[in-house]
Every structure is written in C-alpha cells, then in structure tokens.
C-alpha cells in the first residue's frame, strides 16, 4: 500500500523482452494525451497565421512572410539547443519534467498573444510585435515538446513500451492536429 496516495500499489507485469516493467493502459493514454496541446497549436498556426497576418492585420504577404521565416529559422536554431540542454539538465523532477512545467503557461500565454496584434498599429509595429511574438511561442513550445517527446524514451526500458507511447502520441496528435482544427472551418476529418 502507497502510505502518500492511500491505493494499492499496482505490481508491475514483467515483459519478456529486456525484462522492463510494463506500462498501464492509462500510463500510455495520458503519455498520448500530453501531445494534444502542441499538435493542436501548431496545425492551428499553420493553417491560420499567414491568413491572420494579411488579411486580419493588414501586412503585405512579403512582411507576413518574414514574420514565418525568422520564426522558423529560430525554430531550427532553438530545437537541438533545447535538446541540448534538456538532456544534460539535472533536477529532482527529472531532466524533463521541469522544463514542460516551466514552459506550459507562457506558452497559452504567448499563443493566446499572437492572435492579440493590434491591427491599428503601424505595419512596423505589427511585425517587430508578430516576431517577437512568435519567437517567444515557439520557444516556449519547443522548450515543453522536445523535453516531452525525449521523456517517451525514458519512461521504459523496453522497446516494445516505447513503441507503444509513440503510437499513443501519435494517435493524439493525429485527433487533435488534424480533426480538431478542421472542426474549427467545418471540414469533415
């Protein structure tokens, strides 16, 4: 008996394979779960931006442009450097953990901003704020899913374990990615 929880204490099932402990199925769906926010954000930024940027904010298409490209040129730079540093970091929450749960509120804060452009300012204005805005969510984003992507392989030794979160992560994000944002313009999955 768990004496903090007040529960049974479930005995792990030994896998054949390498001998690992196997994950529960609620283990795997809540490891699934946690690549909602980040599939569902980024479609929705993909589908959304350039369209919100031209004809919400009024930007020329080569200003709007610029905004997507220093965001994804920051977002080649920033993902092995977070993976760099998450990797080599030591915390009493795991190497991982601290960082999804440092980066989860900026990161709402920050996509919720991005929408929040003010249209009425100079084009200069909007793009200075669209990147700086922009970068900060994409930091933000990238310093909660490299770290959650790279826990999958730390939650089991086990090869066939680790298969089996992919596919979970996988299955989320395909729902929430794909299906979700089309519900948004009500297009059929």
């Known amino acids: 008996m768990d004496e903090s929880l007040g529960r049974p204490v479930e005995k ?62 920051w977002d080649a730079v920033n993902d092995p450097l977070v993976g760099y540093i998450s990797d080599r970091s030591k915390s009493r929450f795991g190497r991982r953990r601290i960082f999804m749960a440092l980066s989860a509120v900026p ?16 084009d200069v204005s909007k793009v200075i704020l669209a990147i700086l805005l922009y970068i900060l969510y994409d930091t933000f984003n990238t310093f909660f899913a490299v770290p959650f ?23 989320f994000s395909i729902l929430t990615g794909w299906c979700l944002p089309r519900e948004l313009v009500q297009v059929p999955c």
């Open 107 to 122: 990161l709402g804060i920050t996509y919720i901003f991005i929408w929040r452009i003010p249209a009425e300012a100079s």
């Open 149 to 171: 992507q790279a826990l999958g392989n730390e939650i089991s030794q086990n090869y066939d374990e680790r298969t089996s979160l992919v596919a979970w992560r996988m299955l």
């Open 12 to 73: 792990a099932v030994e896998t054949p394979l390498l001998g690992a402990p196997r994950l529960s199925l609620w283990q795997k769906i809540f490891y699934g779960a946690g690549d909602s926010t980040n599939s569902m954000s980024g479609t929705i930024i993909d589908l959304f931006l350039l369209y919100y940027f031209t004809d919400v904010l009024g930007l020329k298409p080569f200003l709007a442009g610029l905004v997507l490209l220093i965001g994804r040129i």
